[in-house]
């Protein structure tokens, strides 16, 4: 099965740049999306398609795919920005969803 | 706005069935796929299936292929899971969720939880 390898935590400064890596063999070749989610919250999309972002979401929030890392960067972190992220792809070789293990992201 | 409302969640014992739903507003249900996705206390993200949204196709996580089932009823714009055979390590929040594009979850609920215990 595929699976997405994530740190298990990052810590940040306020105002400073915080990245989360998510790697897999050639996840290059796929489309990765990224979630976040607070205590007791259901998780939201903040980065989709490796690069684009819904509506609502900051430009602070960005990313990148290539190789065998995709890469979520956060600028400019604020205390809102704690909490879980996990990447995510489309394993069309076993027709599955797959989540990363998840970052917990620290600002402090 | 979209909004995905599950219930259905509760205390069941080891080898029981319960059946979540998910009632969807805001959106062209007909249109999406629908998944299943719950989180274990303390632990990650684990995706549980996925349905089209004319329901013609659906598909499994290996750790509940043959004991849930996935479905839905465009007519009531409503979502469900059969769940049976359950195991203690089925116990988790579970979450609905509109697929945008087909690998794309781009709008969740709020979850219900599912508690197997004796």
Redesign the interface.
Known sequence: ?YVLTQPPSVSVAPGNTATVTCGANDIGDK?V?W?F?KPG?????VV??DRDR?SGIPERFSGSNSGNTATLTISRAEAGDEG?Y?C???DSSN????????TTVTVL | EVQLLESGGGLVQPGGSLRLSCAASGFTFSSHAM?W?RQAPGK????VA?ITGSGGST?Y??SVKGRFTISRDNSKKTLYLQMNTLRPEDTAMY?CAKA?E??????????TPVTVSS
């Open positions: 099965s489309s999306h979630y989610q919250q259901a998780p939201v999309l989709y398609d819904p879980d996990y995510q792809v489309w027709e599955h969803y797959v989540f990363g293990t998840g | 998944a996705v990650g993200l684990e995706w996925v598909f996580a290996d979450y945008a087909w690998e794309v979850l781009d709008f969740w609920g709020q979850g």
